[in-house]
């Protein structure tokens, strides 16, 4: 076997490479998820990296994703670009088109990833800057609303908080709504985002609370206190930004 290479970035799930697969502490529903990825494999949807069992450590692995991932914040404005926030809502329109109205679905209109962000994106250069290609940790994915990972992208590729400006986030949000079509829900996305935001911050604060590990650290890198501030700017905009999404 390959020698591993731990990969930066795994605040919460350990990720090494081994040759040309990586392996990663296995999610809660691992079964879900391995379906999922079979699945997206199966009907030619190419979002994510194949499913390829498990190893001997119990844990998961997948097939290794060539490209460059952002994981830390902001290191370069080119995957924030117009063209690279269109390209991943077109990404994202892909998943849910090939998971609507199957039994991983249920009875929801699709599957949603769940946490989708610049830190769980494979990008690769496409000659004029980086676009993505596939998204990666799915251990939250399952069944939901299409305007869920729509909301959840227009809040993690945008700048929120003190000295954002809400008339950019508007326009990015527009910009994703029209790179991914015809999005039932749409009027509702704003209302999402705070529902989002609010609920991340909590979820931190109540796994670091738990003594979860990955939480522990987010909470100790200061993301409880961020997040908690962007949802502040977002209901006090909110007025501001509803009638800047308004069609």
């Excluded at 079979?38 to 844990?59: K, M, N, T």
Aim: charged share 25%.
């Amino acid at each position: 076997m390959s020698a591993e290479e731990l990969l930066p970035g795994g605040w919460v799930a350990e990720v090494a490479r081994v040759g040309d697969t990586v392996r990663r502490t296995p999610p809660a529903n691992a079964g879900y998820v391995a379906e999922l990825l079979r699945h997206l494999e199966r009907v030619g949807c190419r979002v994510a990296p194949a499913y390829l069992g498990v190893d001997e450590q119990g844990r998961q692995v997948l097939g290794y994703l060539d490209g460059r991932v952002p994981w830390r914040d902001r290191e370069d404005p080119a995957y924030f670009s117009d063209g690279a926030l269109a390209g991943v809502a077109r990404l994202v329109r892909a998943l849910h088109d090939a998971c609507a109205g199957t039994p991983l679905a249920g009875d929801a209109e699709t599957v949603c990833h769940r946490d989708l962000s610049p830190k769980n994106t494979v990008y690769r250069d496409a000659g004029q800057g980086p676009l993505p290609v596939a998204f990666l940790d799915w251990d939250l994915a399952g069944p939901g609303r299409r305007v869920e990972d729509v909301a959840f992208v227009c809040w993690h590729w945008a700048e929120l908080g003190p000295g954002a400006d809400p008339h950019e986030l508007a326009r990015r949000c527009r910009l994703v709504r029209d790179a991914y079509g015809p999005l039932p829900g749409a009027d509702e996305l704003l209302d999402v985002m705070l529902t989002q935001v609010d609920g991340t911050w909590r979820g931190i604060a109540e796994g670091a609370e738990r003594d979860v590990p990955g939480m522990r650290r987010l909470r100790a890198a200061g993301a409880v206190e961020a997040i908690r501030g962007w949802h502040a700017w977002l209901r006090a905009h909110h007025g501001a930004l509803t009638t800047l999404l308004t069609p």
